[in-house]
């Protein structure tokens, strides 16, 4: 090696010896951080920490926001309801069967509640399913003509805890812009893309699935991953019209994308049965991959389930939060919701076919004629939100001081994604169940109808006076003024 | 002036001697289980390589013939460990019941031909199986009694559902009563109550907090604080389970430097902890977070899921355990599902509810509990507070008290690994091994007793464990039985894994307790 480091030519020692030099010079040397700058002192730390004054928990609300005071029933939520002392005839609670009151559904709720006492004490994997829970899945099933349902202890959590159950980070959802809010927080938490497409417009949505075929088409690989849902409700709950079923179904088999449907409302109410949506426009439910509905508008218990094929159902038994991590629903609850699945099982003509006329001038009809929840809007809008809230407000004060209970839509403004505009909800369908169980009322219930009517047609001429014209409330004109970005 | 991180200051804010231990899982156990889940995993692969090419039969649901060129709903690995780790054990959960979730509970007979792929059930019913999976803790699961009875007079007369929300017609005379029974119980301004335990954290933590806010939450949290916390928007950092300096770091530093990127301060700071956490049996430290929380300004958001109604000499929960004074926890949360024997949550504080009766999700669009419920809670609550004129509940939150401490000193004796505080009626003990677990829960179920055992992913993966929740309707020779059988088990399947030996002793005093190492 010696000899080598003579044999060497001399530029090449040099050259070496420099760059020892340089190394040695850069081990020694101070090290340069870049935010030397940024190091606080422990006295300045102390001081910040000091200085640090944080918002209030809740902002401080006001003692008259309309929302606050809740209106107080006394007494059993049935056809006659009393809220605030006084005795009205309950247009208001989502009681479309009227098996509120029914002798039979509480005669069974009473025998469970001696079997079994009321609460359930831990979620269904330990020790929470009863047999009662295996009967109503199983009962909900056949009813349903499907392979299985999965029950859920509450209404909101079922399609929230649903979607994200099969819809990961990277996957995307076609969404109706009048999707419920619980929809929206069950998306929200899927942290999927989300793609709203027009309320009932089958060309819009046609249009997102070809912008989206064009991209798979960029990046197969991806494609081949991302899993697309389209999800819609059967009966919108804010806007009291139906979906169009089999148009989307063609698409789904076009495009290649499953479908979730939402049946809240029309699950006991459309169909010749009462099977829901697929009944009414007389669709394969196998076409369908998940079913859902809440049991707390024409069941008249409390919850909610999902039906659909086994291979789809079965996965949230392990990964649906609401139902892994939460108590299950009290068995006298459960018990209520087969009952109620015998009598509509056995009476199948308790629909609903309510009255759709246009009521009056100043206020407008919004819902297919045979929707058991329609929403009354106003015609003609002020201009601000709040004093069309306060406009019907009156009109709701006015209606039960004369006996008639309505209730205004309550939405939480800053929260929607499209916010509905300003409506109080009219339960025409209510009176279906009367004509059942008429006997039992001495009044005609197409008598209480029609002063429901008239007192609704006062009201509006007494408190709707002449407004400055305004362009009437649509979708897309609250967007712009009032959509908060909610994704993460 | 520098607030002291170290030991012996804090110290000084308990009343009482907080006495928690996780031992530490021995090296051949853990070396064991490791090995144990790789040989289950080579066999899972196995498997699905002989279902993929039809040697095997398969029972795994398909798609339909239709969609079959679809985007798969799952993807393979997703389910690898369902299908071959937790399908041979499965008939551990799920378990049917049909009757009272009591002390002693009848389970519906099941049996499976094909390894627990599908069951059928067989129409018997095992009586008076033992129940130490329920969360019964004051014994209010009940179908006799004054709770029962004024619940089924309350059914026949409001029915059982109430289809609205509360906002729009839904809110009975007995829900407003209910809130403020609740209120005093706590000790509180006013309350709010929900029909979902679940919903109640992941509904209203967004009504509290949102963009340019920060939430602490402890690496334990329940799956819906974690979800309420997502939700909301915030960002969200998480401090070291029960560990007062990881959560003092974080606070410090979070106000220090202000928001990521711009360094704008927060708007608020929420701690999120719980009473009781139902996996390791640990209570919070509430005096240390209490006194961090007034020093930085920061919010505190306690759930007292499990710990309402079975800690604290009242049965007022975990503040009441530590004497402290409800007015410095800002939110406070719980259910009734647990003590109360009914369902739903509760969140109370003070000038906090009326913003929650206005803008919380629950309240305007889903539908108000029902009815009888309602009243089992009222009763129940009335019952623990004495109001009823009776000494009813002020009996089992001592039974339940006496119970745990007996229950965990036994089972230390024993020589198994108890996780958790000396006084909190949820009791995990360690089981590691995979195929203990489904050995144990098999085990136990022969000698009819029911538990619950928990693996992945609900614990860390090699600390699965058997969890016992301690009732105050259990008896002491219901306890001595279970013991005894806990015992046998544990020799059969070699579970005592503890190194400290206690000295078994009837008279020492409770500080006192020597621990004596044993040589390896």
């Known amino acids: 090696m010696v000899q080598a480091f003579y044999e060497a030519p001399a530029y090449h020692l040099i050259l070496e010896g420099i760059l020892i030099l340089w190394i040695i010079r850069l081990l020694f040397s101070k090290t340069y951080k870049l935010h030397e700058t940024y190091k606080l002192t422990e006295k300045e730390k102390e001081d910040l920490i000091e200085e640090w004054q944080p918002d209030p928990l809740v902002p401080p609300i006001s003692k008259d926001h309309p929302s606050l005071n809740y209106d107080v029933v006394t007494g059993p939520p049935s056809h006659k309801i009393i809220i605030n002392g006084k005795e ?87 969404v109706d812009e009048a999707a419920c809010f619980s929809i929206q927080k069950g998306l929200q938490a899927s942290r999927s893309f989300i793609k709203y497409f027009k309320h009932n417009d089958m060309e819009d949505l046609e249009r997102l699935l070809k ?26 709950i804010n806007t009291a019209d139906v979906c169009p079923l089999p148009e989307l179904v063609k698409l789904k088999y076009k495009y290649k994308v499953r479908i979730f449907l939402e049946e809240s409302m029309s699950f006991g109410v459309l169909g010749e049965h009462g099977r829901g949506v697929t009944e009414h426009f007389g669709v394969n439910i196998d076409d369908i991959d998940l079913i859902s509905a809440n049991m707390e508008n024409a069941v008249a218990s409390i919850g909610g389930f999902c039906c659909g094929r086994s291979f789809v159902i079965d996965h949230q038994r392990l990964s649906g939060q609401g139902y892994c991590f939460s108590a299950s629903l009290p068995p006298m609850l459960a018990a209520a919701a087969i009952e109620a699945l015998n009598i509509m099982e056995e009476d199948p003509g308790t629909k609903c076919c309510s009255v759709h006329s246009n009521l009056t001038p100043g206020l407008r009809l919004v819902g297919v004629p045979f929707a058991p929840a329609l929403h009354l809007q106003l015609d003609r809008s002020s201009g601000s939100r709040d004093s069309d809230m306060q406009l019907l407000r009156n009109i709701v004060d006015y209606c039960m001081q004369r006996q008639v209970a309505l209730t205004l839509a309550r939405y939480l403004e800053k929260e929607e994604r499209f916010l509905p505009p300003p409506r109080y909800v009219n339960v025409g369908g209510n009176h279906a169940s009367w004509v059942g169980c008429s006997q039992r009322f001495q009044s005609d219930p197409w008598d209480e109808l029609a002063k429901c009517k008239n007192s609704t047609v006062k009201a509006v001429e007494l408190i709707v006076v002449a407004v400055p014209h305004t362009d009437q409330y649509d979708l897309q004109s609250n967007n712009n003024s009032r959509r908060t970005d909610k994704k993460e | 002036n520098r607030f002291p991180l170290d030991r012996q200051h804090h110290g000084g804010l308990y009343k009482r001697p907080f006495v928690e231990s996780f031992e530490e899982t021995p090296m051949l156990v853990a070396v064991l289980t490791y090995m144990g889940y790789g040989i289950l995993t080579i066999f899972g692969y196995l498997r699905d390589f002989l279902r993929q090419w039809k ?167 329940h799956a819906s604080l974690v979800l309420g916390a997502r939700l909301s928007g915030s960002i969200i950092r998480v401090f070291k389970h029960n560990n007062m300096q990881s959560l003092e770091k974080l606070l410090r530093e979070a106000i220090v430097h202000g928001q990521p990127r711009t360094h704008r301060p927060w708007k608020k700071i929420l701690i999120v902890v719980e009473g009781i956490y139902s996996m390791e049996g640990s209570i919070v430290r509430l005096p240390e977070v209490i006194a961090l929380k007034k020093h930085y300004r920061a919010y505190l958001y306690l759930d007292e899921a499990h710990s309402i109604g079975a800690l604290g000499p009242r049965g007022r929960g975990v503040v009441d355990y530590f004497g402290l004074d409800p007015c410095d926890v800002d939110v406070m949360m719980g259910t009734f599902t647990k003590s109360f024997g009914a369902a739903g949550g509760y969140i109370a504080g003070k000038r906090l509810i009326e913003y929650l009766r206005s803008h919380s999700h629950s309240a305007v669009y889903a539908t108000s509990m029902s009815p009888p419920v309602v009243e089992q809670i009222i009763t129940s609550m009335k019952c623990i507070m004495g109001e009823d004129g009776t000494t009813i509940g002020c009996e089992r939150v001592r039974r339940l008290a006496e119970n745990t401490v007996y229950f965990r000193k036994r089972l230390r004796e024993m020589g198994f690994i108890i996780y958790g505080n000396k006084d909190s009626p949820v009791v995990p003990m360690m089981l590691y091994m995979p195929a203990k677990i489904g050995a144990f829960g098999r085990e136990m179920l022969k000698r009819n007793i029911g538990v619950v055992v928990v693996g992945f992913p609900a614990t860390p993966i090699i600390e699965s464990r058997a969890r016992f929740c301690i009732s105050a309707s259990h008896s002491r020779e219901l306890l001595d039985k279970v013991l005894g059988a806990i015992c046998e088990v544990g020799d059969v399947l070699q579970l005592k894994y503890s190194r400290h030996r206690i000295q078994p002793s009837l008279v020492r005093p409770f500080d006192d307790s020597v621990y004596e190492d044993i040589d390896d």
């Open chain 1, 211 to 236: 912008e989206q075929e064009l991209e798979d088409q960029k990046n197969p690989r991806k494609a081949r991953v991302t899993r697309k849902f389209i999800v819609v409700e059967g009966l919108y």
């Open chain 1, 88 to 174: 009205c005839i309950n247009f208001a609670s989502f009681n479309f069967l009227g098996l509120l009151d029914n002798e039979r559904v509480k005669q069974k709720a009473l025998a469970s509640l001696k079997k079994y006492g009321v609460g359930t004490c831990g979620p269904r994997g330990f020790y929470g399913t009863f047999d009662v829970h295996l009967e109503l899945e199983s009962r909900l099933a056949k009813f349903m003509k499907t392979e299985e349902a999965i029950i859920y202890s509450y209404g909101f959590a079922t399609i929230a805890s649903a979607i994200p159950a099969y819809s990961k980070r990277g996957d995307i959802i076609f």
């Open chain 2, 55 to 221: 040697i095997e039969r398969c029972h795994i649901a398909r798609e339909k013939e239709e969609q079959r060129d679809f985007v798969p709903l799952y993807q393979d690995f997703e389910n690898f460990y369902t299908r071959n780790l937790y399908m041979r054990i499965r008939d551990n959960w799920n378990r049917p019941i049909c009757s009272v979730p009591g002390a002693k509970m009848d389970l519906m007979e099941r049996a499976s031909h094909d390894y627990n792929w599908t069951f059928e059930y067989t129409g018997r019913v095992v009586h008076d199986v033992i129940n130490l999976g329920s969360y019964n803790y004051l014994g209010f699961a009940e179908n006799t009694g004054p709770c029962a009875e004024s619940a089924a007079e309350v059914t026949v007369k409001y029915g059982v559902g109430v289809a609205s929300s509360r906002q729009e017609i839904g809110n009975l005379d007995r829900h407003e009563e209910m809130e403020k029974l609740v209120a005093k119980f706590l000790g509180v301004e006013s309350a709010m109550a929900f029909g979902m335990g679940f919903a109640t954290n992941s509904m209203n933590i967004p009504a509290l907090t949102g963009k340019g806010c920060l939430i602490l939450s402890d690496e334990l949290n």
